[in-house]
């Protein structure tokens, strides 16, 4: 679908949809009629997004005169956070918003209850990212007849919501990373790259931590495996097991402290210098820059694209780790909690990788 007009992405789970009887999708056609019965213009929506086409369908309208009219709407739910394709969608969506100075573009609806979404200092990265915009709350009225005024008036609502973001007057420009020349007050194009040679030491530094710290998670949970078989041959039994299990919730309190400490870490540099990569990369494929600038950027893109490979190795590794912990946690309530922050490390690692690898995606396509 080549739209012109405005557009919303609707960012959801299939199965959701399954097992609400295709109620997401019929919503989002409502709003998309509410929409045009009330400004007399089209919507056009988008809901297919397991489609490769979809991400290359709003990548192209951001890049476009199209930008202030391109929505991305998530249905929040569980499993929405649950689903890296979605997880993925709505950090690079935001990424491209968030360097042209469009944070407006993405509008949640809350679909069913997340209970982080409405807590104090959520430390989901997805979460975060949902709970800084007004989501609609959608919690109640999902369970409404179709056809109720309550349901009516609500994708009215929605439809009147939409239009009023088109009519206010965008921010007076993207983020912009003025010529080094422009003025000695302002930080220029090439001192972004001065800040990208201090982060990017910091961030393969934390990258090397990771593979420290899992490497004594890993051989605290085998010298536990150790211990285990010693007591059952000794025939410790059950309370041999409980004694193995609560002694290893010990040792691994100090590491899932540490992971803890590295994932907000990790998520916090890489959100810091996300909008400036993105808005350089933009800038030299539409011919903004000076040679000199040009050539000093791409000598730093060589090092990202070496740092993303070992990033890449990292986050394999600790995809391992959260899967066996996964187990490990239904097995022994005194391991849970552990388990649960090691799980929420790793996703915030995960996260990040979407950043990077949507970098790799645009340093490639410069070529």
Known sequence: MNATGPAGFWSYTHRDDELDRG??????????????????????????????????????????????????????????????ECRREIITFSSHAASLGLDDLILPIHYVDVPQLTADNPTDEVV????????????????????????????????????????????????TIPSSDSGADQPGFLDSLAEMEVSLPQWAKTVNEFGEVLNSLNQTTLDAASELQRSDASGGGFAGRLRVTNALAADLSEPVDRLTELGRRYSAELSRIDPGIITMIRMIGEGETTQEEEATARTTFDQLTAMIGASREAVSNLQGLSEATKVMASGSRSLRPLMNSIQTSVQQVVDGQTMIEEWARMIAELD
């Open 23 to 84: 109620r997401i999708r019929r919503l989002a056609e409502a709003i998309a009629h509410a929409f045009e019965i009330t400004t007399g213009d089209e919507l056009h929506v988008f809901v297919d997004n397991n489609s490769i086409a979809w991400g290359d369908q709003w990548r192209a309208r951001l890049d476009s005169a199209l930008t202030s009219t391109t929505f991305l709407i998530p249905i929040i739910t569980p499993k929405f956070l649950k689903s890296q």
């Open 128 to 175: 975060q990212l949902i709970s800084r915009r007004q989501w609609e709350d959608w919690r109640e009225l999902r369970l409404e007849d179709e056809d109720s005024p309550a349901y009516r008036q609500a994708v009215n609502q929605l439809a009147l919501r939409l239009k009023e973001i088109l009519e206010t007057p965008p921010p007076a420009g993207p983020i």
